[in-house]
């Protein structure tokens, strides 16, 4: 054999030995690669749902539920999405001590957090009635907050805006903030 053809059968040698230690280690290196994605996406759980109801219930007491005529629940961050919502808060005796409907909302199971945002009504067992951008409930025992563009009515005694309003855990009391005004009227009628 001639030394040109032994020097082309050595490189040829060389390069399927190179090739041959690329690809097992490309195997050793990611071996593990594709299960693990795999299981990480069996794990994950996501819903679209047509008229999804969520609840809080404890000891026979609800908290509160919220309706949303369609949604989607990611389990990897434990949010639910509601399209077009309605619902209810209660008080100790379960009647609804407060209503609400808005475009959209949310609820954080980590955070046991319920945030309606974009066309946002709420009407308190007083008759009180608030508009605003977004409202946030954190359980409660904690006040309701709402921001942007805050409208307040009761009746025909009481109109306030403002840019934020702090609701009491018993919907009983306002805190406004934020450019307020407030306009009180004497519905009693003079004799």
């Not at 808060?89 to 046991?112: L, P, W």
């Amino acid at each position: 054999m001639s030394r040109k053809k032994k020097a082309y059968i050595a490189a040829a040698l060389a390069l399927v030995g190179i090739l041959a230690w690329a690809f097992i280690s490309a195997g050793i290196i990611t071996h593990n690669f594709n299960r693990s994605q795999l299981a990480n996406s069996e794990d994950r759980q996501e819903a679209q749902i047509n008229g999804i109801i969520l609840t809080e219930t404890k000891d026979d007491h609800k908290y509160w539920e919220i309706y949303g005529e369609t949604g989607s629940y990611d389990s990897d961050n434990g949010v639910a999405l509601l399209n077009n919502c309605i619902g209810n808060f209660f008080d100790e005796n379960n009647d609804v001590s407060m209503s609400f409907e808005s475009t959209k909302g949310s609820y954080s199971a980590e955070r046991k957090q319920i945030i309606l945002y974009q066309d946002t009504h709420i009407v308190v067992k007083d008759g009180t009635s608030l508009e605003a951008d977004r409202v946030i409930w954190s359980g409660s025992d904690n006040p309701v907050i709402a921001y942007g563009n805050v409208r307040i009515t009761r009746n025909a005694e009481l109109l306030a805006t403002a840019e934020s309003v702090e609701i009491s855990p018993d919907y009983d009391k306002f805190k406004i903030s934020g450019h307020a005004v407030s306009k009180l009227y004497d519905t009693k009628e003079k004799k």
